[in-house]
């Protein structure tokens, strides 16, 4: 089925916008100091759950609300509209990432109700994001800056806490949804677009043992653009998907027992992907004698398996103190299964199966607080282990799996006090000691303030560090051969992360109308970054060593204004980024500085329960430096490239109906259309290089239509 995407996104535009400002506006003003009646509770870095303004850190919080109106597939498509945050598409691997204040995502961790996530060779760090289910998430918790006291390695420019849903409102509690999307102009019933179906089912057995079962599919078909699928026998580089296609399978289950002074949860969750290569490089295979032909391609299939336990049990003894333990054990495997493909015939030959990823992880966390039973005194004290096995025969090369398994073990012990001096001054404190099996210990530190003025002004300020622990790429990497040598580092040490933010926020009420104003500074150092670089010039030899440092600052306000049915949002952040090559006589390390601004709007039309929203985010100009060429005396020298701009646009319409039993939400992504955006000046070669001169952001404009049943008795 083919869409005219021009004209439904004419009409869909003018219908949101005037549905937007067909309101009346008050703009009688009453100043007031009075606090909002309903705050949002936060756990992440918190001691026990509380609203945000109690918080000594700056939190951002995206609730189930924002998640239902954007009908987001995952995580990359949720945060995709947040400042400081980028996410980076591979249509080759069909992985997203996320850049974070400029470092990608070995810098950052992801977890699940506080405890990290298993990736393919790490735990809470380098995640895929599409892998990431949303429909048993009750919000989305980011905590910006160096969180190393609280969770340890690799959590250098912040964490995304991830809270699912734990309670049940009804005794039987069914959802079941479809949502059918199309590819920018590309749907067909199974063949083409993306096609979602999932069910949810919980129950409550009395007042405190509840559970949930769910399980969902999420069948992305690929995106052709102008290639011509798998089934394609001409030897002319059109064979194959521009977009991978793939298959993903979520099986969720979880049992939660809630009583006055104890509380247990336990989740279970079982993933699936199949993500399908189709060479674009077609083998003839003439018969001369017979003057037939049988083309054939080298086909891939990549299979992922993960496998999640998750326990917590928290809890109030007798003298008053507040105890929180986790126990997680993780599995994810990656298998390939490749083959040599007869296009025509559709039959299969030398075929081959590899485990080429593997990772093992036993976490466990325990906390314990309210140890003083003074109401302007805490402290907590907490241990953490992880145990991580696997290894990643891609990124090792031509040294294989049993030669080099990864084993890290990490042992580490914490403190944190919280001191409210007044009832608007609190301090926090707090040291981390960490022992690696394979690193030298680390002893982390970090210091928060908050300070409550009249009128409802917020000051909030942290420092703090953490470190990123080598990749297996940086240590196992082996490509040897007569054109190349490339190896990793197992003497590398971890890089060294250090952060300082600034927070003023002001809330406002007015008649009818709320505000919040929020001003950040961050800064950013890391130290003994790691890079490939050349370690021998005749014969050239790469290695990658502890070299480079990086630094940021950067600037954003954030606004939000609510009135009635409707709530606006405008934000805006210039980032400057310094990446220091020291090993490099003639290198620009300069700050180079980026602007991002986002908006969204949202409008409840009561009358016909209907809520609008329009979301924009706009990326400007980013810059960078490239190795060029070489001087007199053979030292690399460098100029400057450009990453071109480009915006991102989604809107939606959500209608219940039903009392509430049946929802509708139709919308369209990427309502700009972009697909890609240029990189001036980036053809180049060397150890600081790159080669693109386009980067693959997105397959176009998209149109969605989902569809939602609530059952419930």
Known sequence: ???????????????????????????????????????????????????????????????????????????????????????IPSASTGRSTISFFGLDAQYFNILVDNIPLVSDNGLGNNIDLTQINLDDIERIEIVEGAMGVDYGANAVSGVINIITKKNIDHDWQIQTFVQEETVSDEYAWFDEGRHIQAINIGHNFNEKWAAKIGFNRNQFAGFFNERQGEDYYLNDGLRGYDWLPKTQLTTKANLNYNADNFKLFYKFEYFNEELNFYDAAVRPNIDVANQTSNPSATDRVYTTNRFVNNLNLSGRLNSGANYNASLSYQTQKRDLNEYNYYIVTKEKSDETDEEYQSSDVFFSKGTINNLSNSDNFNYQLGYETRFITGFDTQASGNITQQDKKLKQNNFAVFSSSELELTNKLSLRPGLRYEYNSKFKSKLLGSFSARYLFNKGYELRASIGSSYRTPNFEELYYYFVDSNHDVRGNENLNPEAGFSAFLNFKKRSWFNNTSMVNNLKLSYINLEDKIELAIVNPTPLQYQYINIDAYRLIGFTSENVIKQNNWTFNLGATVQGISRVMNDEVNAENDFLYAFQLNTSASYLIEKWDTALTVLFKHNGKQQNYIAEGSDANGNSTFKKYNTNAYSWMDASVKKSFLNNKLQATAGVRNLLDVTSVDINGASTTGAHSASNSSLLLGYGRSYYLKLLYNLNF
């Open 1 to 87: 089925m083919i869409l005219n995407k021009n004209y439904l996104t004419v009409y869909f535009s003018f219908f949101l916008v005037a549905s937007l400002f067909a309101q009346q506006k008050n703009t009688a003003i009453v100043d007031s100091t009075r606090v909002t009646d309903l705050e949002e509770v936060i756990i992440t870095g918190q001691y026990n759950p509380q609203s945000i303004k109690k918080s000594v850190h700056n939190v951002i919080v995206i609730d189930r609300k924002k998640i239902d109106q954007q009908a987001a597939n995952n995580l990359a498509d949720l945060l995709n509209f947040n400042l400081n945050l980028n996410i």
